[in-house]
């Protein structure tokens, strides 16, 4: 009796997490298209700045906006408490997000340049843009669990928000 019981908790555990993940994902791609526009829109408006300076400001909006998603709806509970260790904490992982994926695709790129010049040569694009996403989504996932672990660990040892 008592083993099933652990087994339905494990069960419903595993749920909690999968839908706190799509949510985290939901919000990922949420917050890049309000970044896709927003640093289109500054660049637009402000053509004196740089592609660089604008795509900047918007990615800082951007781990703002985000963390404000992710604090409230996924790992908030009832309420949105604003602390700004979470927030110090959500910049980091964000920010060693960005260069994973920075050195995964630049990794990536270079063995295909190394292993089959020829494909580099033809440009490729299906291909090197398929082994982005792969890239992607793992950084997507080893930022979930490092959020889940790092930055809102305070919250989840005892959030009973799913």
């Not at 637009?44 to 998603?69: E, H």
């Not at 997000?97 to 990794?107: N, P, R, Y």
């Not at 792969?134 to 928000?161: D, E, I, P, Q, Y």
């Amino acid at each position: 009796m008592f083993l099933t019981f652990q087994r339905s908790i494990f069960k419903l555990s595993l749920v909690f997490f999968k839908f706190r993940a799509i949510r985290f994902l939901f919000f990922g791609g949420v917050t890049s298209i309000f970044c896709l526009i927003l640093g289109y829109l500054t660049f637009v408006v402000m053509p004196q700045l740089s592609f660089t300076t604008t795509n900047t400001f918007a990615g800082i909006i951007g781990i703002f906006l985000n963390f404000y998603l992710n604090s409230k709806f996924n790992f908030g509970g009832e309420s949105f408490e604003f602390d700004w260790k979470e927030l110090y904490k959500f910049a980091l992982v964000a920010i060693a997000g960005i260069a994973m994926v920075i050195l995964f695709s630049e990794g990536v790129h270079s063995a295909l340049a190394v292993f089959y010049p020829s494909l580099i040569l033809q440009e490729v694009h299906l291909l090197r843009i398929g082994l982005h996403g792969m890239v992607l989504m793992m950084v997507a996932t080893a930022s979930f669990v490092a959020h889940c672990v790092f930055t809102f660990s305070k919250r989840n040892s005892g959030s009973k928000h799913n």
